[in-house]
């Protein structure tokens, strides 16, 4: 079942981010919003104290990476070109 991740609303599904992992007979995928990556980094911590799907610290760790990557993209943008 679909989480929902707190913080903004979701305006516009172009600006939409998405991360996602593939294992075994599940599929995990986090959609959002710039601006709510902590509320992701929250429910992939959650989601590996729940125990209730084989999701560890390794796989928040791949998904944590991705994030990271969508991240310094967006920052890449801010940085002045030479």
């Known amino acids: 079942m679909p989480q929902q991740i707190p ?3 979701e305006k516009n599904k172009q600006n939409a981010k998405q991360i996602s992992l593939v294992k075994g007979g599940h599929t995990f995928v986090f959609r959002y919003c710039a601006g709510q990556e902590s509320g992701v980094l929250e429910a992939l911590a959650e989601l590996v104290k729940s125990r209730s ?3 560890d610290w390794f796989d928040a760790a791949v998904l944590s990476h991705q994030l990271g990557q969508h ?3 967006e920052l ?3 940085v002045p070109k030479h």
Do not use: A, D
């Open 53 to 55: 799907l084989p999701f």
């Open 7 to 9: 913080g903004k609303p």
């Open 71 to 73: 991240l310094s993209k």
């Open 76 to 78: 890449q943008g801010f």
